[in-house]
């Protein structure tokens, strides 16, 4: 590809965010333990849980902690800012009988530098919130779930129809508030003017369908209509939990500097960035990579012994990733399931601070592969790219 003077297919719109956010209660739960908010162009949201007020206080910690902590604004900055919530989470509920044990997911969308220097969107979630982008009448989920279900979805094991009414579908395997070691999935998508995003707790989605919700984002052109009519349209249809969504359109922003005539909308369509040279196991989709013939052996067994079974599911496979900021190579599931870690299998000699740059984030959002002698061909890699 030769970039024309002053374009690049890869840099995206000057663009800003107009946002509408609303939350319920819903008719069955007591209080909201959900939250959500923006700053500049930041939008977060969170569905907190735990006993007591834990859940209300975990949601307001991670959404207020990642708005305050995002101060490098690109998609690592992102996930920087994520993690600190995490370890904000973690601090308040050490100090603070009542609310130990809390935990919450979160969502979040941001405008971002990209690493070209354009402008960019990136998107982060941990846990079962989601980021839909709808765009051109298709929607489609952006964010992957971190649950139990959504795990057994990618492994063959369950229709997403299954899934989307299985009893046990509220059981994560990521969340903040759990352990320091926390692996946030990024994104980063080329803004696109006009493009409408969604971020919304389950008690959305555990209400109306894909087609029923794209239907309102569709009939609703101004975003606080379009939220307003999804809240209501989910506590009418059941609202057995709490319902929040934040409704984010993109629109062009004013160009300050005349000579960028470069900031023009991309030819091509947001998608994630690609795979940055290591194996396609490892890849910067930063989402696990799914091994199902490996596990559909650990799996099969799941849904009538379920806790036995997340065991085996959790301490198999293998990752790349961090121990004390340094490249180790570990045995199980990034961040693992809630309540099994993973183990760490060898340390290697590598700093994080001397990775290539394009590696770190890989790293710090841990690279999943199938057995020990690929973890050392991965950090065979990494350490050449290294300085
Ligand atoms: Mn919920």
Redesign the pocket.
Known sequence: MTPRPGNSARRGAAVRLVQAGVTDVGRVRATN??DYGSVGGLHVLA???GGHRGGEVASAEAVSATLTGFVDHTRLGLAMAVLGANRAILERAAGDPHVSGMGT?ICAIAVVTAEDGGGALAVANVG??RVYRYTDSRLEQVSHDHSLVADLVRAGELSAEEAARHPQR?ILTRALGIEADLVVDTWELVPVVDDRYLLC???LV?ELDDPQIAEILESHADPEAAAVALVREAVDAGGH????VVVVDVVDAPVPDLGADGLGLPAVRPERLPAAGLPASGSFDSAPAWRAVVFAVALAGLLGVVVGAIGIYARSGWFVGLQDDSVAVFRGRPSGILWFDPTLAERADLHLLDLADVDRSMVIDAIEVDSLEEARRVVGQLAQRAR
């Open positions: 333990q959900d569905d907190g849980m997911t079962d919130s509220n707790s389950d008690g555990n939990d709490n319902v929040t």
